[in-house]
């Protein structure tokens, strides 16, 4: 069974402040999935990745794949209280996607 | 541009009850998932369908029924709830197996 731990689990910090959210494995996936996902909603696709070792910035959201594809990280610079939500990674491969049980950001003004 | 549309948002039923949540797509995904999202348990794949007339279950199947008669819907129904069934259930849809996937908004559901 493949299995995506994602830590923290909650993170509540202070607005401008930076923060890493880690998504690991032992498992090899052909690309990783980063979503996010706001109260009373359906998580919503921010990124994927692909490459082993690839990165991929969306404004100030990067995204990291490991070398080995097991492993992803999601940096966030300088945090904004819009940046509040679920953030969720998936591995994808032959089966549906593996889906981690999130990191809750709470960013507070 | 609705994509996914859950119907309804909110139910609550007893147990015992049957009930059905509906799945609409606007889009041509190939494949239609079904999830439940708890606390503590993330997203769990209840049931998922490669196309019409394809299902196949997922980590949690016991004690629901999908169907896909055609390729926009994809209904859900638990054939006697059980209050373990209480949860927030999400259906997506994707282009592959390996897609990503577009989620609805959910439907919230409550069995007393």
């Known amino acids: 069974t493949q299995l995506l731990e994602q830590s923290p689990q909650f993170l509540s910090i202070q607005e401008g402040e930076n923060l890493t959210v880690y998504c690991n494995s032992s498992?090899?996936?052909?690309?990783l999935q980063w979503y996010r996902q706001e109260p009373g909603e359906g998580p919503v696709l921010l990124v994927t990745?692909?490459?082993?070792?690839e990165v991929k910035k969306l404004k100030r959201l990067t995204f990291q794949f490991g070398d080995a594809r097991k492993d992803s990280s999601l940096h966030i610079t300088a945090a904004q209280p819009g940046d509040t939500g679920l953030y969720l990674c998936?591995?994808?491969?032959?089966?549906?996607?593996?889906f981690g049980k999130g990191t809750r950001l709470s960013v507070i003004a | 541009d609705a994509g996914i549309t859950q119907s309804p948002r909110y139910k609550i039923t007893e147990t015992g009850r049957q009930v059905t949540l509906m799945c609409h797509q606007t889009?041509?995904?190939?494949?239609m998932f079904w999830y439940r999202q708890d606390l503590g348990h993330g997203l769990r794949l209840i049931y998922y369908?490669?196309?019409?007339?394809?299902?196949d279950k997922g980590e949690v199947p016991d004690g629901y029924v999908v169907s896909r008669s055609k390729t926009e819907n994809f209904p859900l129904t638990l054939e006697s709830a059980t209050r373990s069934q209480t949860s927030v259930y999400f259906c997506?849809?994707?282009?592959?197996?390996?897609?990503?996937?577009?989620f609805g908004d959910g439907t919230r559901l409550s069995i007393l």
């Open positions: 998936a591995g994808a491969g032959n089966t549906p996607l593996v």
């Open positions: 498992s090899v996936f052909s690309s």
């Open positions: 990745v692909v490459t082993g070792g």
């Open positions: 889009w041509s995904h190939s494949y």
């Open positions: 369908s490669a196309a019409a007339d394809i299902t």
């Open positions: 997506a849809g994707s282009l592959g197996l390996d897609q990503p996937q577009h």
